[in-house]
């Protein structure tokens, strides 16, 4: 949902179906919806252990819909906060399918203790789950599609256990995830923003962290950008809207918003999310 401006209160769909290319630009869309999410989750108890669907089969007709792959960026952690990602190596099917629904499961999955700044990538197909004391940026593809296999001995509102969804998470658990494809190494990137650092890149997605001082300059357009900002605080200034962010908000800046004007009145940390074209395959 829009929060400031002329658009405020019109969701990204409606955006979508208005503007198209003018709000996307070459951005790939995820049949026929905004290509992403992005999201803060502030994590005060531990989440379900899910995965999200790895094959188009599970998804849907067209190859590639509903297919979900994920990144969370470390905002915050506890001391003793906890991350699961992936399953340990060696770890089979039937392994597997014997531990779920109890908390066998957490044995078989890869614990991370996470930083302040680590970024993770969950390509789809990955078990996963966020542990308690953690607030993190998540970054993903949209599907409406979970997998839960495990949720802690909760209930939901009704005092029943929420619904697991055991057959279809085993058809799409990947047993392939490494250490390197969840913990990509970052390397320098240099964006029409400025320089940073490049912490994840797939056929999806992209995610830059960007630290710049406090100034002014040109940002050109062409392309849509998705800003979190981090730390900092400043304004975005085009032909007719002036859009003001400090610290926990998200700015989506269209592909045809027109050459901004930024300023920074503070040294600013960001994270900058792009899109892959459409001339890119589906990653399945």
Known sequence: ????GRLAGQ???????TWKTSLVGDARLADGRFPLLVKFLDAREPLSVQVHPAFADDCGPRPGEGVKHEAWYVVHADPDAKLY??????????????AVNS???LDLLQVWQPRIGQCFYLPAGTLHALGAGLVVVEIQTPSDTTYRVYDWGRTGLD????????E????????????QILC?????????????TCLVRCQRFRIDAIRARAGAFPLPAGRMRIWA????????????????????????????????????????????????????????
């Not at 969701?11 to 179906?17: A, F, G, H, I, P």
């Not at 005092?159 to 055991?166: N, S, V």
């Open 1 to 4: 949902m829009v929060r400031d």
């Open 11 to 17: 969701t990204l769909s409606r955006l979508v179906q």
């Open 85 to 98: 990602a992936g399953l340990k190596p060696g770890v089979d099917r039937s392994e597997l399918a014997g």
């Open 103 to 105: 908390p066998a499961i």
């Open 159 to 166: 005092g029943r256990p929420r619904q697991l969804h055991i």
């Open 168 to 179: 279809p998470a085993l058809r799409n658990v990947r047993y392939d995830v490494t250490e």
């Open 184 to 196: 990509p190494s970052p390397t320098p990137a240099t964006t029409a923003a400025g320089s940073g």
């Open 229 to 284: 900002i981090l730390e900092g605080r400043g304004r975005l200034t085009g032909a007719q809207d002036e859009c003001r962010f400090a610290r926990g908000d998200v700015i989506l800046i269209p592909a045809a918003c027109g050459q901004l004007s930024v300023e920074l009145q503070a040294e600013t940390y960001r994270l900058e999310v792009t899109v892959a074209d459409s001339g890119q395959q589906p990653d399945l």
